[in-house]
């Protein structure tokens, strides 16, 4: 049985190992900086989708191999049997799981940061950021109905009337007892000059959520009267 002793293994992969770490650090800055919630700035940019998804798959791949690495750190050898093959086997299959991880539970977790993000852009009335960030927020969880909700209200405001009632009906679709997406139909198409139509969702809203009347009767009165 072929042995190494630590000193020796460190010797030859040490840079290996510095480089590895190297990679794993900035990638960490990265995705500090530019995830939300934003530590570093209260004005941090937001980036295409794309590269926030190459970050993750990134930091996925170095965690990965990192975590191999720290195995043979501890095994203080490597014997015949640490073939390469195996080596390569043991860092395909973490990755998998780490993917599988990431897909389950970070990506979860950033599209609620996303969400939080744009929402609170949207009390500050920056609409155009709000939409970008509740853009990744659905793109990294295309079920989030709250993100598709406040979305709609962040188009309606800038008068993109067709992409709100776009948002309104998904979150319709996904929840069919959803008042918040009746309600805001409600507004679009009282927006578009449909009285009816914004009566019938306005009603809706109502029956689901009773509570809304006393905010929707100024609104159905005030249709009424026209």
């Known amino acids: 049985m072929n042995k190494m002793t630590f000193t020796q293994w460190y010797k030859s992969t040490g840079s290996l190992r510095v480089a590895l770490f190297s990679v794993a650090f900035i990638g960490y800055v990265l995705l500090y900086i530019f995830n939300p919630p934003y530590y570093l700035s209260k004005k941090a940019l937001i980036l295409p989708f794309h590269f926030l998804v190459a970050l993750d798959v990134a930091r996925v ?10 195995i043979r750190i501890v095994a203080y050898r ?4 640490w073939t390469l093959k195996k080596h390569f086997a043991i860092v395909s299959a973490l990755i ?16 609620i940061r996303y969400y939080n993000y744009g929402w609170s852009l949207i009390n500050l009335k920056d609409y155009k950021r709000a939409i970008l960030s509740l ?3 659905v793109k990294y969880n295309p079920k989030d109905i709250k993100a598709y909700s406040e979305r709609g209200y962040a188009h309606r405001e800038l008068g993109d009337l067709v992409l709100a009632l776009n948002d309104y009906n998904k979150v319709i679709e996904m929840d069919s007892r959803n008042a918040n997406g009746y309600e805001g139909k409600g507004y679009v198409y009282y927006y ?17 959520d009773p509570q809304r009347s ?6 159905i009165n005030a249709v009424k009267k026209e």
Do not use: F, P, Q, Y
């Not at 791949?61 to 975590?67: A, E, K, P």
């Open 96 to 111: 998998i799981l780490l993917a599988i991880h990431n897909v389950l539970l970070i990506s979860s977790r950033t599209s």
């Open 61 to 70: 791949v170095v965690v990965s191999v990192i975590i191999i690495e720290c």
């Open 214 to 219: 006393s905010r929707l009767d100024k609104w």
């Open 192 to 208: 578009l000059g449909d009285c009816d139509t914004a009566l019938k969702e306005w009603n809706t809203a109502i029956a689901i």
């Open 78 to 81: 490597l014997t015949s049997s």
């Open 135 to 137: 853009d990744i927020a």
